[in-house]
Nanobody
């Protein structure tokens, strides 16, 4: 059973930076997609960034390209999301997610054509202007 535990959320001023961490366990390290999603009240959860741990290849939503960076530390089974130049609209609950590479076209947990089925508990990020 895949388990994901996020940390690093909090409050930051606009223009500042935060780094989220996700400690993952219960999967084969070289064969999993790990991603970050975010959700605000009344809106659907949306994919932000993802990484395929086997090759380190990454994928980003257009609205965070150049602003957020996803990375991994395979020795610690941890994935990070570095968020820079933060804006008020980045305020959300951020979720770490994992998937085995199943294809999807749309729907909750679908990002970059991959289905994410395992979820962390979420961590709140608040950006004040």
């Amino acid at each position: 059973q895949v388990q994901l535990v996020e940390s690093g959320g909090g409050s930051v001023q606009a223009g500042g930076s935060l780094r989220l961490s996700c400690a993952a366990s219960g999967y084969t390290p070289s064969r999993v997609y790990l991603g970050w999603f975010r959700q605000t009240p009344g809106k659907e959860r949306e994919g932000v960034a993802a990484i395929y741990t086997g090759r380190g290849s990454t994928y980003y939503a257009d609205f965070v390209k150049g602003q957020f960076t996803i990375s991994q530390d395979n020795a610690r089974n941890t994935v990070y999301l570095e968020m820079n130049s933060q804006k008020a609209e980045d305020t959300a609950t951020y979720y770490c997610a994992a998937g085995g590479g199943e294809y999807c076209s749309r729907g909750d947990g679908c990002f970059g054509g991959k289905k994410y089925s395992y979820w962390g508990q979420g961590t709140q990020v608040t950006v004040s202007s």
